[in-house]
Nanobody, 128 residues
Framework: QVQLVESGGGSVQAGGSLRVSCVGS????????MGWFRRAPGKEREGVAT???????SYGDSVKGRFTISKDNVKNAVYLQMNNLTPEDTAMYYC??????????????????????WGLGTQVCVSP
């Protein structure tokens, strides 16, 4: 059974940085890509970033150049370094494992239980 546990959210002022982490179990990166999506109150789910078994990455347009996704294959962990944060980045951030080959950040918005799993989320708040 796939399980994902996020950590590292918090509050920061605009322009600051945060790093969120996720540790997964019950799967390997040969079968799943890992990534992050977020959901802000009153808004639709937004794909943030994905990383595949070969290390290739994909980012949503709103975070390109500011966020960096990385992974540790030994720990089966994925990280999201977020720099130059803005209040628009305030959201619950969810770690996801997705079986779809080459899934992009945008496609991560459509993840469902037929293709993957996600964690309970970690809150990120950015104040002006």
């Amino acid at each position: 059974q796939v399980q994902l546990v996020e950590s590292g959210g918090g509050s920061v002022q605009a322009g600051g940085s945060l790093r969120v982490s996720c540790v997964g179990s019950g799967f390997t990166d040969r079968d799943y890509s890992m990534g992050w999506f977020r959901r802000a109150p009153g808004k639709e789910r937004e794909g943030v970033a994905t990383i595949h078994g070969d290390g290739t990455t994909s980012y949503g347009d709103s975070v390109k150049g500011r966020f960096t996704i990385s992974k540790d294959n030994v720990k089966n962990a994925v990280y999201l370094q977020m720099n130059n944060l803005t209040p628009e980045d305030t959201a619950m951030y969810y770690c996801a494992a997705d079986r779809r080959e080459g899934v992009t950040a945008d496609a991560l918005e459509t993840i469902d239980i037929d293709v993957g799993s996600w964690g309970l989320g970690t809150q990120v708040c950015v104040s002006p």
